[in-house]
């Protein structure tokens, strides 16, 4: 399975962007998400449309599963 972590900012003129990463651990926590998005934040490495980020606003952890299927 692969999993991917969706983090959504509030940029500082107030829009809000996301970045997804994948590849990410299955088994990662609150506490790491939020942890990798105040680094984000910190670096302040990104720069949108709208600003540079200035707040967490989410994060969601998605799992996909590919199921191939052998047609010839």
Do not use: C, H, W
Not at 4 to 17: C, E, N, Q
Not at 34 to 62: E, H, P, V
């Amino acid at each position: 399975m692969e999993y991917s972590l969706a983090m959504t900012f509030v940029t500082t003129s107030g829009d809000k962007v996301s970045m997804t990463i994948t590849d990410v651990k299955s088994n990662i926590t609150e506490v790491e998400a939020s942890a990798l998005m105040d680094t984000i934040i910190a670096k302040d490495i990104f720069l949108t449309k709208s600003g540079s980020l200035a707040s967490k606003y989410g994060a969601q952890l998605t799992q996909r599963q590919s199921t191939k299927l052998d047609v010839q």
